[in-house]
């Protein structure tokens, strides 16, 4: 059974930094694999904050791109997600979301597709 754990959420000034951690369970990390951080905050949409492709390129929301950088480490099992110049706008509970790609090495790492932890808080304050 895959597990996802994320940590590293907290609450910081704006301004701050975290990192997020993401260690998986019962999966093996590969470079092909298909690799994301969302966030949701109640009555709003998820959103893809970034992302890991199949190809190992990097993609990244307009709302952190330039603050924030998502990595893997294979030898750990652990994707991370560096969150630096942090805004209040930014608070919402922050998922990691992994998934082996599709045909043709397309990427959906939604549920049932990928699986995903069960989340942490981040809270910034102005």
């Known amino acids: 059974q895959v597990q996802l754990q994320e940590s590293g959420g907290g609450s910081v000034h704006a301004g701050g930094s975290l990192r997020l951690s993401c260690v998986a369970s019962?999966?093996?990390?590969?470079?092909?694999?298909?690799m994301a951080w969302i966030r949701q905050t109640p009555g709003k949409e998820r959103e893809e904050v970034a992302s890991i492709g199949s190809d190992g390129s990097t993609t990244y929301a307009d709302s952190v791109k330039g603050r924030f950088t998502i990595s893997q480490d294979n030898a750990k099992n652990t994707l991370f997600l560096q969150m630096n110049s942090l805004k209040p706008e930014d608070t919402a509970m922050y998922y990691c979301e992994i998934a082996p790609p599709l045909g043709g090495g397309n990427c959906y790492t939604r549920p049932p597709f990928g699986w995903r932890g069960q989340g942490t808080q981040v809270t910034v304050s102005s």
């Open positions: 019962g999966y093996t990390f590969s470079n092909d694999d298909c």
